[in-house]
Nanobody
Framework: QLQLVESGGGLVQPGGSLRLSCRVS????????IAWFRQAPGKEREGVSCTSANGYSPIYADSVKGRFTISRHSAKNTVYLEMISLKPEDTAVYYC????????????????????WGQGTQVTVSS
């Protein structure tokens, strides 16, 4: 059964850091692009970062460039999102998603290109 399960969210103060994990099962990470999205209340889902099947040339939204880093660990079937210098505007539910069949990330990162989603993990940045 194909699954993506996020973890690692929580409450953090501005300037703090978190590492999100997306553990996948039912398919091989090496065959697909994986992305992180986020959705804040009342806002559209936003593509944050994407890693292609080969792990090269990750894509980042302008709002997170220099602060977020995406990586994949094939042996652990896990994709990570390392977040530093967090801001209150980073507060959202974060989702990981897999493309339907593409190995490469598009730019911008569009939800319509991803067919499989996790349940999400809440990130709250507040003092």
């Amino acid at each position: 059964q194909l699954q993506l399960v996020e973890s690692g969210g929580g409450l953090v103060q501005p300037g703090g850091s978190l590492r999100l994990s997306c553990r996948v099962s039912g398919f091989t990470l090496a065959g697909y692009a994986i992305a992180w999205f986020r959705q804040a209340p009342g806002k559209e889902r936003e593509g944050v970062s994407c890693t292609s099947a080969n792990g090269y040339s990750p894509i980042y939204a302008d709002s997170v460039k220099g602060r977020f880093t995406i990586s994949r660990h094939s042996a652990k079937n896990t994709v990570y999102l390392e977040m530093i210098s967090l801001k209150p505007e980073d507060t959202a539910v974060y989702y990981c998603a897999r493309t339907r069949s593409n190995e490469f990330c598009g730019n911008p990162i569009l939800p319509s290109e991803f067919g499989y989603w996790g349940q999400g993990t809440q990130v709250t940045v507040s003092s």
